[in-house]
């Protein structure tokens, strides 16, 4: 008996659920309302696309597992991304002051823009995932019952005024991101009562790209992040280095500390941050265009796991069931893994068999949970958040984090535990584990670094180009 299944979305998690799909159905109908760009350029649907992105070392294993014959990273690497070890390859200023950088580089992330991200592996999964298509559309609703959706309604086709196509599949994905209207979708089959919450800190995110200054393609990354905890608004920047020779610059403030978008108090902005490196790094390189400003940053959680009785044929994943506030890179590894969790429960008992949607939909839950754990974590103590203040486990955790990062700043098995999550590639227990537990109790071993840990070929560099000293 043939199979097919419609995914609604061509993004990242769209294809890589037709990845994990194709495997175990005949057909995969991949239904985009976009445009979809011929290369590695923006697309409208994608309001994020054109700030800083981080792949996690977890997120790239699932994408690998996802995509027969793997081949991500090579791809990535080959279209001229960057591979950053998170113990060596970075400069972070945290809440608890700079990290040393250790021999032990830890995992690997890749760094690169959102649109060749997303090229690529549309391009692999298209090329080596039988059965998988796309169609221009714009699916309108569920077809089926509260009991079992059968498929879905669309108008293909790029005009909105063509007729509504009724098309059939034993699966349907709703991968179709932060305009999911998949609670709508639910409710008109008679399914009600999903919980959802959001916090909002006021999110603004600023980026503006710039040519790689001669010399300094080796300058590591370059991150500092926002104090949630001295209560004043947070204002983070970041360097990273892209495909193309370019720098992509990303800054971001919640509300009351918004970034600016003209090009001189862009500049203005980085100096004022905790520390002034990124703007006298930048200072010197070449502006690449304009300044690009976007507020779609709020965390969003849909608890579809807990709906008492999930309709059989119907899977959500990716920004469709929760999106982080994107300071914190989680998004596209949780998309990843939800893909993975999917393929290893079609591989247990194939598309047909009963309760396959609600297993994959509670393991895509658990998922969500530890990122959304760690992003709501932090993001409650900013100043003027909406949707929630920080209560007596969070206090308890945070305390906790705090003191495990600071110990981090000087003890490698600090450093190895908050690596393995801060990759993705485990879970938030690994933080309680025995060595994870005596490094927070025993504390920094060192004293704290006066200022970010530089070679003297980077100080060099960042002397060089500096253009903000007299």
Same mark, same amino acid.
């Given at each position: 008996?043939?199979?097919?299944?419609?995914?609604?979305?061509?993004?990242?998690?769209?294809?890589?659920?037709?990845?994990?799909?194709?495997?175990? @159905?005949?057909?995969?109908?991949? +239904?985009?309302?976009?445009?979809?760009?011929?290369?590695?350029?923006?697309?409208?649907?994608? &309001?994020?696309?054109?700030?800083?992105?981080?792949?996690?070392?977890?997120?790239?294993?699932?994408?690998? $597992?996802?995509?027969?014959?793997?081949?991500?990273?090579?791809?990535?690497?080959?279209?001229?991304?960057?591979? /950053?070890?998170?113990?060596?390859?970075?400069?972070?200023?945290?809440?608890?002051?700079?990290?040393?950088?250790?021999?032990?580089?830890? #995992?690997?992330?890749?760094?690169?823009?959102?649109?060749?991200?997303?090229?690529?592996?549309? =391009?692999?999964?298209?090329?080596?995932?039988? %059965? +998988?298509?796309?169609?221009?559309?714009?699916?309108?609703? *569920?077809?089926?019952?509260?009991?079992?959706?059968?498929?879905?309604?669309?108008?293909?086709?790029?005009?909105?005024?063509?007729?509504?196509?009724?098309?059939?599949?034993? *699966?349907?994905?709703?991968?179709?991101?932060?305009?999911?209207?998949? @609670?709508?979708?639910?409710?008109?089959?008679?399914?009600?009562?999903?919980?959802?919450?959001?916090?909002?800190?006021?999110?603004?995110?600023?980026?503006?790209?710039?040519?790689?200054?001669?010399?300094?393609?080796?300058? &590591? *990354?370059? +991150?500092?992040?926002?104090?949630?905890?001295?209560?004043?608004?947070?204002?983070? %920047?970041?360097?990273?280095?892209?495909?193309?020779?370019?720098?992509?610059?990303?800054?971001?403030?919640?509300?009351?500390?918004?970034? &600016?978008?003209?090009?001189?108090?862009?500049?203005?902005?980085?100096?004022?941050?905790?520390?002034?490196?990124?703007?006298?790094? +930048?200072?010197?390189?070449?502006?690449?265009?304009?300044?690009?400003?976007?507020?779609?940053?709020?965390?969003?959680?849909?608890?579809?796991?807990?709906?008492?009785?999930?309709?059989?044929?119907?899977? @959500?994943?990716?920004?469709?069931?929760?999106?982080?506030?994107?300071?914190?890179?989680?998004?596209?590894?949780?998309?990843?893994?939800?893909?993975?969790?999917?393929?290893?429960?079609?591989?247990?008992?194939?598309?047909?068999?009963?309760?396959?949607?609600?297993? @994959?939909?509670?393991?895509?839950?658990?998922?969500?949970?530890?990122?959304?754990?760690?992003?709501?974590?932090?993001? /409650?103590?900013? #100043?003027?958040?909406?949707?929630?203040?920080?209560?007596?486990?969070?206090?308890?955790?945070?305390?906790?984090?705090?003191?495990?990062?600071?110990?981090? =700043?000087?003890?490698?098995?600090? =450093?190895?535990?908050?690596?393995?999550?801060?990759?993705?590639?485990?879970?938030?227990?690994?933080?309680?584990? &025995?060595?994870?537990?005596?490094?927070?109790?025993?504390?920094?071993?060192? #004293?704290?670094?006066?200022? #970010?840990?530089?070679?003297?070929?980077?100080?060099?560099?960042?002397? $060089?180009?500096?253009?903000?000293?007299?």
């Amino acid at each position: 008996m043939p199979y097919r299944a419609v995914v609604v979305g061509a993004g990242l998690a769209g294809m890589l659920a037709a990845a994990a799909l194709s495997a175990a @159905v005949d057909e995969v109908l991949v +239904v985009e309302r976009d445009d979809l760009p011929g290369g590695p350029e923006h697309r409208r649907g994608l &309001p994020q696309g054109r700030h800083a992105h981080l792949l996690m070392p977890g997120g790239l294993d699932a994408m690998e $597992e996802l995509i027969p014959g793997g081949g991500v990273r090579e791809a990535l690497l080959a279209a001229g991304a960057h591979e /950053v070890a998170l113990g060596s390859g970075m400069l972070a200023y945290t809440t608890e002051g700079w990290l040393r950088r250790w021999r032990d580089g830890g #995992p690997r992330m890749v760094t690169c823009s959102r649109a060749l991200l997303d090229w690529v592996v549309r =391009a692999l999964v298209l090329q080596h995932c039988p %059965g +998988v298509r796309i169609e221009r559309g714009r699916v309108v609703e *569920l077809a089926g019952s509260g009991s079992r959706v059968t498929g879905v309604r669309a108008v293909l086709g790029a005009e909105d005024a063509a007729p509504v196509t009724e098309l059939a599949a034993d *699966l349907v994905v709703d991968a179709a991101g932060r305009g999911s209207r998949i @609670v709508t979708w639910l409710e008109s089959l008679g399914v009600h009562g999903i919980r959802e919450r959001s916090i909002d800190v006021g999110l603004v995110n600023a980026t503006r790209l710039y040519r790689t200054p001669e010399g300094a393609a080796d300058f &590591p *990354l370059t +991150v500092l992040q926002a104090d949630p905890y001295g209560g004043r608004p947070g204002r983070s %920047g970041m360097v990273l280095p892209i495909e193309g020779g370019r720098w992509m610059v990303s800054l971001a403030g919640t509300r009351g500390g918004e970034p &600016p978008a003209d090009a001189e108090g862009f500049l203005r902005y980085m100096l004022d941050l905790p520390h002034p490196i990124v703007g006298r790094l +930048v200072s010197g390189a070449e502006p690449l265009g304009d300044v690009h400003v976007s507020r779609s940053t709020k965390n969003t959680r849909r608890y579809l796991e807990r709906v008492r009785a999930w309709p059989e044929g119907l899977v @959500v994943l990716g920004d469709a069931v929760a999106t982080f506030n994107p300071a914190y890179g989680q998004g596209m590894a949780v998309a990843a893994i939800g893909a993975a969790g999917l393929r290893r429960e079609l591989e247990r008992g194939g598309p047909a068999a009963p309760g396959l949607a609600r297993r @994959v939909q509670r393991r895509a839950g658990r998922v969500v949970e530890a990122a959304w754990a760690s992003a709501v974590g932090q993001d /409650v103590w900013f #100043p003027e958040v909406r949707g929630g203040r920080p209560g007596l486990a969070d206090r308890l955790v945070t305390g906790y984090s705090r003191r495990l990062t600071g110990a981090a =700043a000087s003890s490698p098995g600090a =450093a190895r535990a908050l690596w393995d999550v801060t990759s993705m590639r485990r879970g938030p227990g690994r933080l309680l584990r &025995p060595d994870a537990v005596l490094a927070a109790l025993a504390g920094p071993l060192l #004293p704290p670094l006066a200022g #970010p840990p530089l070679t003297p070929a980077e100080r060099k560099i960042l002397a $060089e180009l500096d253009r903000t000293s007299p």
